[in-house]
């Protein structure tokens, strides 16, 4: 094969994977990726252009109608995700070999039968159980699932995504479920893997506190436990995240930890791979056979295999090759967080990582790991920032420091938990000694993400800004590759490759950001409600918020920009915990113009407010707050004139006259405006309008008897109210 021939078939393989990757999104997206690929081919290959191009076309379609024809659901009555939302449901089925990541607390439920009120459906599909109590149950036995409803997964990141279920093709969510085992399943390799599982996270448990054990075992074995918040966000603030799962860092650690001890004991070549592919799949099955598990064993298997005769193989042509083979087989794994990651950072650690460390003065034991992880950390930069919405600055130092201890926490506590659970006696001591090294990760964690300006929270990020990250990223490349040729075509077919890329690109994103003539998003928050409302003339108003602030913040990432950070209205129909307490989150994050409440603030809110008066500001524009109260539920009436502008006038209106008249006489019309509920503004001194869509949707308050919600007087009729008022006070 020639030098260019490794290439191509990285070229293809890689144009498969992100054409099966994109079908999901939106199928004409393969057209572009042909597209950019003839640019590559025709920018990069002297020879053999015509066949290498038509060959990644012809790759471009197969991907993209093996992705198109993947990602379908079925909602009809044959498929599970058919019966959402119908009441109560009982489940028949066989609990699923693979699990939630993080999220032991669930079980998933190969369902082929389902039963209603209206009647019973052989289907397909599987299913996540939150069990109401605690059940024993092993991949393979047979169960019957009682649940009040079937709901769908949330579009929410997390564990329970509807993208982190696709991998593992759930389709639906039961939820306070009675789960009752039937039968017992046979002997299989999950079952096993399960059952050992199980020994090993027990062991560790008796010979180590919380969160050193749960950390130990993701470290050494890739069990997924449940790290608690204060645990999990500095490793995440941190970058460290990554070291507790399996990742193809470890599986490497792993083979040549193996391939030492075979040296060491004169084993033959052949023998020595052997044992080295052996101790891998058993430890990717322990581990649950995630998606960067699966990649890294591949690229480890296939690079042992080639490397017999003492030729290295190409790394880009046999990272290509393994996405190609992972998603052809399952092309859900495109979804795969885990997936995303490993298959970017081992392309960002293959083009970046040498570059960047021959550059990096100091002992190679420090400067290898650092410019690993600035190499990783560059390529993985927009999945991390969509998917977790932290961006760590501080990970390359704190990788620095902590993978040299990774091999001692593998080598050490995996030894440990192995011993400890065939002769406790044995396991103590070493385990005492991983834990130690768990506690060492944990501080380091905790210091680094300590440090001001350790990690940059970008609540998530648009996939449209990644794909004009990627474009931008493919059209400089592509000119900086043609750069040392000045001959004008071929200056030419660069930019002219870059131009169609980056068109391409900025088109999806531009006609993903149109805007409407009225948006009103219910955002996904969990438990509560919220709604944002995008008039057409610009400007954003928040219709309550929940409970949750970490669940709101999220919310609001996923549908705006990093660069929407002002709110010019904050509507509160109610001022209850569930409806206004992550309010609060705000603070910080969002500049908000107005606060439009339908009731008395309760303490906690007040406490917010006054800290938001002390300070001056929502977002540290240094604007200046005052506070309105008015009792009358005609003053937010929008007026012709529109926005939210209108609210504030007749605020001030109102307060005038408080100040002038003294309270209104309690009177019928008076009890019936108290009972009608109280507002409050607070406002900016010289805020900015909205729309009177958005006035007319926060003028929504309580029902007066007869009426609809929000319902409101004539001006008239308030004018006429308001002269007889004057009239019986002047007699």
């Known amino acids: 094969m020639s030098a260019a021939g490794p290439w191509r078939l990285a070229l293809c393989t890689g144009a498969f994977s992100s054409c099966i990757a994109l079908a999901r999104l939106d199928a004409r997206l393969g057209i572009a990726m042909a597209i950019a690929t003839c640019a590559v081919v025709w920018v990069t290959f002297a020879s053999w252009r015509v066949v290498t191009a038509c060959v990644g076309v012809a790759t471009c379609c197969v991907g993209t109608w093996r992705g198109a024809s993947a990602f379908a659901v079925d909602y009809g009555p044959a498929g599970v995700a058919g019966h959402l939302g119908r009441g109560a449901v009982v489940l028949r089925g066989t609990v699923g070999d693979a699990g939630v990541p993080g999220r032991v607390d669930t079980i998933v439920v190969d369902v082929h039968e389902l039963a209603t009120s209206a009647g019973t459906w052989s289907v397909s599909g599987a299913v996540v159980v939150e069990p109401l109590h605690a059940v024993d149950v092993l991949p393979g036995d047979a169960v019957d699932v009682a649940s009040a409803d079937l709901r769908a997964p949330s579009r929410r990141p997390g564990a329970l995504s509807a993208a982190a279920l696709e991998r593992v093709g759930v389709t639906a969510i039961a939820t306070a479920a009675q789960v009752t085992p039937t039968a017992p399943g046979g002997p299989t390799p999950a079952r096993v893997a399960q059952q050992l599982r199980r020994v090993l996270t027990a062991t560790v448990a008796r010979a180590l506190p919380e969160p050193e054990a749960t950390l130990l075992l993701g470290v050494a074995f890739g069990i997924h436990g449940t790290l608690p918040g204060s645990v999990r966000t500095p490793l995440q603030d941190a970058g460290l995240i990554h070291i507790v799962a399996v990742s193809g860092l470890k599986v490497v650690m792993i083979a040549g930890l193996v391939n030492g001890l075979a040296r060491q004991r004169r084993w033959s070549r052949r023998r020595g791979t052997v044992a080295t592919l052996g101790v891998i799949l058993l430890y990717v099955v322990l581990s649950g056979a995630g998606a960067a598990a699966l990649r890294s064993s591949l690229m480890v298997g296939a690079g042992l295999l080639l490397s017999r005769d003492g030729r290295r193989p190409h790394s880009f042509a046999l990272l290509g090759l393994c996405a190609a083979c992972l998603l052809a087989v399952d092309p859900a794994l495109a979804t795969d967080v885990g997936f995303q990651l490993s298959f ?65 926490v593998i080598t050490v506590g995996g030894a440990g938990a192995l011993l400890g659970s065939v002769v406790p006696a044995l396991g103590w001591l070493p385990l005492q000694a991983g834990g130690l090294l768990s506690g060492t990760i944990l501080a380091v964690a905790r210091g680094a993400a300590s440090l001001p300006g350790s990690a940059l929270h970008l609540h998530l990020w648009p996939a449209e800004w990644t794909a004009v990250e990627l474009a931008a990223a493919g059209a400089g490349w592509l000119v900086w590759r043609r750069h040392a040729r000045p001959a004008p075509l071929a200056r030419f077919v660069p930019a002219l490759a870059a131009a169609l890329v980056a068109a391409s690109a900025t088109t999806v994103a531009v006609s993903s950001l149109a805007r409407e003539p009225l948006r009103v998003t219910v955002l996904d928050i969990g438990n509560g409600a919220a709604v944002l409302v995008r008039p057409p003339g610009g400007g954003l108003a928040l219709i309550d918020g929940g409970s949750d602030g970490a669940a709101l913040l999220a919310a609001l990432g996923r549908v705006l920009s990093p660069l929407d950070r002002h709110l ?68 937010l009436r929008p007026h012709r004139s529109g926005g939210i502008g209108a609210l504030r006038r007749a605020a001030e209106r109102r307060a005038s006259h408080r100040s002038d008249h003294g309270q209104p006489r309690a009177d019928g019309a008076g009890r019936a405006r108290q009972r009608a509920g109280h507002r409050a503004a607070l406002r900016p001194a010289g805020g900015a309008h909205v729309h009177r869509a958005v006035a007319r949707a926060a003028c929504r308050g309580p029902t007066r008897p007869g009426g609809g919600a929000g319902q409101t007087k004539p001006a008239g009729a308030e004018r006429a109210r308001a002269r007889r008022r004057g009239h019986r006070q002047g007699q």
Not at 374 to 402: D, H, K, Y
Not at 569 to 591: E, K, N, P, Q, W
Not at 614 to 632: I, Y
Request: charged share 10%; net charge positive; aromatic share 4%.
């Open 344 to 408: 970017l950072g081992t392309a960002g650690i293959l083009l970046l990582g040498a570059p960047i460390a021959a550059r990096i003065p100091g002992p190679r034991l420090l400067a290898e790991p650092f410019a690993l992880t600035v190499a990783a950390q560059l390529a993985t930069a927009p999945v991390t920032a969509a998917t977790f919405g932290v961006l760590s600055l501080i990970g390359p130092f704190s990788n620095a420091m902590v993978l040299p201890l990774l091999p001692l």
């Open 568 to 635: 010019d209205a904050v509507v509160l129909t109610a001022t209850d915990r569930a409806s206004s307490a992550a309010i609060a989150s705000l603070l910080g994050h969002y500049d908000v113009g107005t606060l439009v409440v339908s009731q008395p603030l309760p303490p906690a809110l007040e406490t917010v407010v006054s800290s938001l008066v002390g300070t001056g500001t929502w977002g540290g524009r240094g604007r200046g707050v005052s506070l309105a109260l008015r009792r009358h539920h005609r003053a």
